[in-house]
């Protein structure tokens, strides 16, 4: 095993040395519970050139998270690494069914046995947290149930949706083109600068946890355990304590 493949791991707490196809799904679970979803170097203006060894060196060895277009190519790094066929995508997001900023989220497709499958690691707490299959069929996860519905329109080739509110709604669409590392950073700085970008306001930190999620931000300590939600109200000294605590990151 080469030194970043074992740095992944360790990074992500998988304890196996080798990973077959029906191991991603381990693999995305243990990601999302040590690998936070987290926009703190938007907020604090330190952003990174979308390189392999820069995503290493931030998510790796210092530790931290990212948003999609940081977590998701480093997850398809490691699958490429692995030995499995992957190529990333670009999508673009819907929120209460309005669009926001076109082609600004990241995933990666993967083919098994001639079939193709979405991975994405990087939408927040939508974490399918296994390959999700382009048949139509709805998929059951601890975190809820997805499917990937064939849909051409301007905006991509199929969608991602996910059951919840009593309906499957739409997270985002997606176009199956490969796409390279210069896409990413063209969305970077689009997510950073743009006035409609949802991530360069204030603070957002996220991660799966055993048998929930935690979210913070600079206002409020959020606990989801199954259906149960828990959310307090906290002072900037409590975030950056949280920040430190929960997720291992020291905000300046």
Avoid: W
């Amino acid at each position: 095993m080469n030194t970043f493949l074992n740095d992944f791991f360790n990074r992500i707490q998988y304890e196996k040395k080798d990973v077959t196809f029906e191991d991603i799904r381990t693999l995305q679970s243990q990601f999302a519970k040590h690998v936070p979803f987290e926009n703190i170097s938007i907020i604090q203006n330190e952003n990174i050139d979308i390189t392999f060894e820069n995503l290493k060196r931030k998510i790796i060895d210092n530790r931290r998270g990212g948003v999609c277009y940081e977590l998701n190519p480093l997850f398809y790094y490691a699958l490429k690494e692995l030995g499995f066929q992957v190529h990333m995508i670009c999508g673009t997001v819907f929120n209460d069914g309005e669009i926001r900023l076109i082609g600004t989220h990241f995933a990666t497709i993967l083919q098994h046995n001639s079939q193709p499958y979405l991975i994405d690691v990087g939408f927040g707490s939508h974490h399918a947290l296994q390959p999700l299959p382009f048949t139509g069929e709805l998929v059951s996860s601890s975190t809820g149930e997805y499917r990937i519905q064939k849909k051409k329109t301007d905006l991509g080739e199929y969608a991602f949706e996910k059951y919840q509110n009593g309906t499957l709604e739409i997270g985002y669409d997606f176009f199956t083109s490969p796409i390279d590392e210069t896409v990413l950073q063209n969305a970077q700085q689009i997510i950073t600068h743009h006035e409609q970008s949802p991530f360069n306001k204030s603070p957002l930190l996220a991660k799966r946890t055993d048998d929930g999620y935690v979210t913070l931000t600079d206002k409020t300590y959020t606990v989801t355990i199954g259906n149960h939600k828990s959310k307090q109200t906290i002072d900037i000294q409590t975030f950056q304590a949280l920040a430190l605590s929960e997720f291992g990151i020291t905000i300046k």
